[in-house]
């Protein structure tokens, strides 16, 4: 047996910390010369960022931001190398504060959700009259994502060369009571007017596109915005369906001012993330009779005691088709794509 006092200061063994000897701190530099800039595209970890300065410049993000995404229209901080020179990467450090995020998940089973643009005010639904069939619950979809965001709604019709006039009017009307507006596109009269009537509704605003591949989607990009060069495809004569040509978001400068961001064109656009409780509310009017409904109400039409019945009956007939079409949208959130 080892007596107490055999023991020396050679005796004691401490393992080293792996980890250095300086605790980490989770103190995080305030980076008050950030230079603040827009993201107007992303590639693989990759972002292409224009500064204030007018400065177009290749970022990564920094590790301190977590794995939060970063997704085009986000205005951040950028530090580092803020050149622009070919071969060099900035950081962005921070993402300010979004005005508005416009997402969707993989499907309405998924909870997951994905941020598409953001601080976008304007969501521009692109959908051909024909070649291919329009898909009126495909744009039902849209808008349920872009009232939910906050966003004003734009329904641009193309190919309306291709169907009669009263189609076109009655495919226009049925979103009319929501309040959205619309605008025709044709290939058979002066190019410039109907690309004029488009640019109109655009100029001065921040709006993204989307759209089922095959609308003409980067087809009326190309014509907004001369040297965008967006690749452009047909439609598939065996599934009516049209081939994905623009792969990632990007953001584009107007002539006149504004900016549009193009996006794929997608064959689902998932709703999990929206709150069908919740979704009233991005209706000024409805929301205030709803206020009146009974707690845990769903809106829908089976729903009993719902404040909305009665609101409709003794109303007006607009209040009717338009109670009818905030209705053919909760119903959408709930249902395919096709």
């Keep these: 047996m080892v007596r107490r006092e055999a023991y020396t200061e050679a005796d004691v063994r401490v393992r080293p910390n792996r980890r250095g000897s300086r605790p980490r701190s989770k103190q995080r530099p305030e980076h008050a010369d950030a230079v603040p800039g827009l993201v107007t595209a992303v590639d693989r970890g990759r972002y292409q960022v224009l500064t204030d300065t007018g400065v177009p410049v290749v970022a ?5 931001l977590g794995r939060g995404a970063v997704v085009v229209g ?18 962005v450090v921070r993402v300010q504060e979004r005005q508005t995020l416009l997402r969707r998940s993989a499907d309405d089973t998924d909870p997951t959700e994905r ?5 976008a005010d304007q969501l521009v639904i692109v959908t051909a009259l024909a070649d291919p069939e ?5 744009v039902d979809r849209f808008l349920v994502a872009a009232f939910d965001a906050g966003m004003e709604a734009l329904l641009v019709l193309t190919k309306a060369d291709l169907v009669s006039d009263s189609y076109a009017a009655d495919f226009a009307d049925r979103y009319a009571t929501l309040d959205v507006r619309s ?11 109907w690309v004029d009537a488009v640019a109109e509704h655009l100029t001065g605003r921040v709006s993204v596109l989307v759209g089922h591949s095959g609308v003409g989607k980067s087809t009326l990009v190309n014509a907004l915005v001369p040297d965008a060069d967006r690749a452009t495809g047909d439609v598939n004569e065996v599934t009516g369906r049209g081939r994905h040509t ?20 997608v064959r689902s656009f998932g709703l999990a993330h929206v709150d069908p409780d919740q979704f009233v509310a991005a209706f000024d ?3 205030q009779v709803a206020a009146g409904c009974p707690r845990g109400c769903t809106h829908a039409d089976d729903a009993p005691d719902c404040a909305l019945d009665p609101w409709a009956e003794q109303g007006s007939t607009s209040d009717r088709a338009r109670l009818n079409s905030f209705r053919r949208l909760l119903t959408s ?4 794509d096709s």
Excluded at 115 to 119: K, R
Excluded at 333 to 336: I, Y
């Design 74 to 91: 986000d205005r951040v901080d950028l530090v580092g190398d803020v050149s622009g020179s070919e071969g060099t990467l900035a950081r």
């Design 246 to 265: 623009s792969s990632s978001a990007v953001a584009l400068p107007l002539p006149a001012g504004g900016w549009i961001i193009d996006t794929p064109g």
């Design 333 to 336: 959130r709930q249902a395919g």
């Design 134 to 138: 329009p898909r009126p619950r495909m």
């Design 183 to 193: 605008v025709a596109t044709r290939r058979d009269r002066d190019s410039t007017a």
């Design 60 to 64: 990564v993000k920094a590790r301190e």
């Design 115 to 119: 941020g598409i643009v953001a601080n």
């Design 285 to 287: 009017d409805l929301a």
